[in-house]
């Protein structure tokens, strides 16, 4: 943990007493909280409207109209024409032929 020394007004340094001695903290407690709530507040979750939501699917759904759908030859395709890439560093052996047997009963093969 930090130290930081700090030279508040009278008037805040009062102010803050008197919330912390009202919340039941010490003024670090207090000057701690007051901090985190105010670095903290461009974090926190609001909530959407259903209007909102709505819009949002329609968009998304128009989205997908619009690319169309490929068939599994046409995936195929693209993917045995990309470059190899190497398998994520965690992946162990075990998983990626777990994986490969997947999308082998998927294709039909």
Known sequence: MSRLTLRLPDTLHQQIETRAVTEGVSMNQFIVFALTR???QDYTVQPV???????????YQTLLDTLG?????????VLDEREPA?????LTP?????LREKIAQASGN
């Open 69 to 77: 759908r490929a068939s599994f030859t046409d995936i195929q395709q």
């Open 94 to 98: 075990e998983m990626v032929a777990r």
């Open 38 to 40: 105010q670095v903290t």
């Open 49 to 59: 409207d259903s209007n909102a939501v709505g819009e949002q699917r329609a968009q």
């Open 86 to 90: 190497g398998p994520e560093r965690g």
